[in-house]
């Protein structure tokens, strides 16, 4: 008879073939990046058209390519790490590949809820957050330099281009940065991480790489000198911001809202940043913007109260379990400590590896 394994192999176990099939999907995303990367200078002539253009059509084909090489490469890992996967995975009912598609599932019956769950993702978390970040002085500054739109190799060009071209811009690009990062992010690393471990344990280590990806705006070369407060309040918001989605993700099983979401915020933000760089002062903004913005959110909170306080209760139990023994591997105190530690620990180095390789 088999001794039990004890709980801390069981946390390394769990993180390390997570790790392995994070490595798996990585490379896969890489080599398909590599497509818009050397076909595009082939299929358009980029010195007859403006680098506009061409920002637009590598946006579109890099979060098309992301649908379709995170679903192809776990099935890829599926394959491969199936023996050891089985002592750790007992209870998948369907493929990881397909698993990741049922999250773009839209019905009938459930379209409006799913749109509903967007917009107070919108108007309750991402606008009141952006708008109170962007009243720190010089916070939209540092935003403004730190995506250096007047740098040579830049993909956000358009925010110097009038307004007629950064309209046509700013309508394609968010959606497809959405798409791109809650694919990764909460589509596979969230949704794939909570098949291996507790579930918190995949929010945290997504939004600990979620937030780690907003920092690095610091070594920015245009962002070289400024305050490093600006980075860390950047990365704060965006681990925050993360967990939600994440649980939303989890809860739900669907990934429209926070794509919606995430997609109208982006649209707005990037309307702070380029009135900036044409200097046009941000009260413009808070008064005909995030003023009316946030009266709606006030309603949509009145409006839908019930339902809010029904998922924060939810939510803030399982954000609490997370900081408990998790009774499922049997840990003790000191192992739970152990556990949280290699959460972040094991965002760092999916980080690290997604920099290296992405």
């Not at 007047?150 to 959405?178: D, G, H, K, W």
Request: net charge neutral.
């Amino acid at each position: 008879m088999r001794r039990p394994e004890s709980p801390l192999k069981t946390i390394m176990r769990q993180r390390f073939y997570f790790l392995f099939e994070v490595l798996i999907i990585f490379l896969g995303i890489f080599i398909f990046m590599l497509i818009p990367t050397f076909l595009l200078p082939f299929l358009v002539d980029v010195n007859a058209i403006n680098d506009v253009t061409y920002e637009r059509l590598y946006n579109i084909m890099r979060a098309v390519i992301m649908v379709v090489a995170i679903p192809l490469f776990l099935y890829l890992s599926n394959f491969i790490m199936e023996k050891q996967r089985k002592s750790l995975i007992l209870d998948e009912d369907i493929t990881p590949s397909r698993n990741f598609l049922n999250l773009f599932k839209i019905s009938r019956s459930n379209f409006k809820f799913q749109l509903l769950y967007g917009i107070l993702l919108l108007f309750l978390i991402f606008i009141p957050l952006d708008f109170f970040i962007y009243l720190i002085p010089e916070m939209l500054s540092f935003a403004s330099t730190a995506i250096e739109p007047a740098s040579q190799y830049s993909i956000n060009s358009y925010f110097n281009e009038n307004y007629s071209i950064f309209l046509l811009s700013i309508v394609l690009i968010p959606l497809c940065v959405a798409i791109y990062e809650e694919s990764l992010t909460r589509g596979f690393l969230t949704n794939r991480g909570s098949d291996y471990f507790n579930k918190m344990s995949a929010v945290i280590i997504t939004s600990f790489f979620f937030g780690l990806g907003h920092f690095t705006y610091i070594l920015s070369p245009s962002a070289a000198g400024l305050p490093i407060i600006y980075p860390i309040i950047w990365f704060l918001q965006t681990f925050l911001v993360g967990i939600i989605l994440s649980m939303v993700v989890l809860r739900k099983h669907w990934i429209f809202p926070v794509i919606f979401a995430h997609t109208f915020n982006n649209i707005i933000t990037s309307h702070s940043i380029w009135n900036y760089i044409n200097g046009i002062d941000f009260s413009f903004m808070t008064f005909y913007v995030y003023i009316p913005l946030l009266i709606i959110g006030l309603v949509l909170f009145i409006w839908q109260f019930s339902r809010i306080k029904e998922s924060l209760s939810i939510g803030w139990k399982e954000f609490k379990s997370y900081f408990t023994r998790d009774e499922q591997i049997g840990e003790n105190s000191l192992e739970t400590v152990v556990r949280i530690m290699m959460d972040f620990l094991f965002g760092l180095i999916i980080f690290l590896i997604g920099m290296i390789i992405l």
